[in-house]
């Protein structure tokens, strides 16, 4: 008996911490993340520490004599030939600057925008695809719901973790008389998929990181700090 009344009084408190006080809204935001198709190029202070280390390396590693290494000169080789092209890093994409594609900046992370009315704006803005907290088991669901609104089947998605990754305040400009938003910020990732039929909005865009603060940027130190690429 004492078990069941502690599990409803934990229900109880987790209800209470979702419905606040001063009658602000709670909004489940998802960053959609399309992660590097194509390894990116190195940074030149990693590669400048891995040469430093691999010469670090060089001075204790075993020293074969020329006669071993040159053995496999001596094979008999073949008459095939492999002609090795590596794919181009820019697209099709790239070069008209198609940010509904998810056929551009291959090396890059891309987050999904769309363009609509939203929670505490009387008009379409860009936002990221967000759901305002109301009857789910939590607010993972709401931000499953949130996604699904907008791309439909959930199957080729990965959320990442069950917590946020961030949370922040918002009050409408506007009008001071709506409620200010929380707004909790979940990961979600494209996974084997290259095109999504996005719906609910009047245009989505597929931007990177250092887009994002074209799109928001009142909001820019905010996301570079959440954001970690």
Same mark, same amino acid.
């Given at each position: ?8 009084? +934990?229900?109880? *408190? ?5 419905? !606040? ?5 709670? @909004?489940? %935001? ?6 590097? @198709?194509? @390894? ?10 891995? =040469?430093? %280390? ?7 590693? +075993?020293?074969?004599?020329? !006669?071993?290494?040159? &053995?496999?000169?001596? +094979? ?13 890093? #820019? %697209? ?24 609509? #009315? ?12 967000? &759901?305002?907290?109301?009857?789910? =088991? ?6 499953? !719901? ?5 791309? $439909? ?7 990442? $973790? ?6 922040? @305040?918002?009050?409408? #400009? ?23 039929? *996005? +719906? ?12 994002? !603060?074209?799109?928001?940027? =009142? ?7 959440? *954001?970690?690429?």
């Amino acid at each position: 008996m004492q078990r069941c009344c502690s599990s409803a009084g +934990r229900s109880a *408190i987790g209800k209470r911490w979702f419905s !606040s006080s001063n009658n602000d809204k709670i @909004v489940a %935001s998802v960053l959609f993340e399309r992660l590097p @198709v194509v @390894v990116p190029k190195i940074d030149p202070t990693v590669y400048a520490f891995q =040469e430093f %280390s691999f010469r670090g390396r060089q001075q204790y590693r +075993r020293e074969y004599p020329e !006669s071993f290494l040159k &053995k496999s000169d001596t +094979r008999g080789k073949g008459d095939y030939q492999i002609d090795y092209k590596p794919a181009p890093r #820019t %697209s099709e994409a790239d070069k008209t600057n198609d940010q509904r594609s998810l056929h551009r900046a291959l090396d890059r992370r891309l987050y999904l925008l769309v363009h609509g #009315t939203t929670q505490g704006s009387g008009k379409p803005v860009w936002h990221f695809p967000e &759901k305002v907290y109301e009857s789910e =088991e939590n607010l993972r669901k709401c931000a499953d !719901s949130a996604l699904e609104s907008f791309i $439909g089947d959930l199957s080729h998605t990965y959320f990442v $973790g069950n917590a946020p990754m961030g949370h922040m @305040v918002m009050q409408s #400009t506007e009008d001071k008389k709506i409620p200010s938003m929380k707004r909790f910020f979940f990961k979600s990732q494209v996974i084997a998929a290259n095109k999504f039929d *996005i +719906r609910k909005c009047d245009d989505p865009v597929w931007v990177t990181k250092d887009e994002l !603060s074209e799109y928001f940027p =009142e909001q820019a130190e905010f996301l570079n700090k959440m *954001i970690i690429s």
